[in-house]
């Protein structure tokens, strides 16, 4: 793991598992209103990401969390602190304009958890992305990406990079898992 800028954490995640024990540690610390935006290339572990932190939310390692690629968005209720919310696990890698983009993220409410996967593809961020709000930019990216070759093992796991960018409270809180 390093520290990147001035807000940015790199975290380096040589497999699956570890990318599943980051996210569980993301999901232990989610509350209503949180975003969680997911960048990056296809097969980066943004998927993945999520199906761990809703599985570790839920506690239940089976719960099916398919990827919304065309459903768009898939509601996830939780309990946090004996109350009832839901997780909004949103795709929009489909979507080709921005108002489409914008008409996704504004429904449902804003008190939902949204955790969005291909956000980069919004050309107005601040719809997701507010100054001061409680969210993370995590962008996914493999490491030594043009080394992997067809010859690979079949078990063979390239190496991931998360770059993290907290904003509001997700501040401290990246800064206190980073450590």
């Given at each position: ?80 602190q004996s109350r ?6 949103i795709d929009l ?56 070759s067809l010859d ?28």
């Amino acid at each position: 793991m390093r520290r990147v800028a001035k807000s940015g954490f790199k975290f380096i995640v040589p497999t699956v598992g570890h990318t599943r024990r980051l996210s569980q540690i993301f999901g232990g610390r989610i509350v209503e209103g949180d975003v969680l935006g997911l960048m990056g290339g296809l097969a980066t572990g943004k998927t993945e990401f999520t199906r761990a932190l809703l599985r570790g939310v839920h506690n239940d390692p089976h719960l099916s969390v398919p990827s919304p690629t065309f459903t768009l968005a898939v509601p996830y209720p939780i309990q946090i602190q004996s109350r009832s919310a839901i997780i909004q696990h949103i795709d929009l890698y489909r979507l080709d304009t921005n108002q489409e983009m914008e008409d996704i993220l504004k429904h449902p409410a804003h008190t939902d958890i949204k955790i969005v996967e291909w956000a980069d593809k919004l050309t107005k961020e601040t719809i997701l992305f507010p100054e001061g709000g409680n969210w993370c930019k995590l962008y996914f990216s493999l490491l030594d990406e043009d080394k992997i070759s067809l010859d690979e093992p079949e078990d063979f796991e390239p190496q991931r990079q998360i770059e993290v960018l907290p904003s509001g409270r997700w501040e401290g809180i990246v800064e206190a898992i980073y450590r």
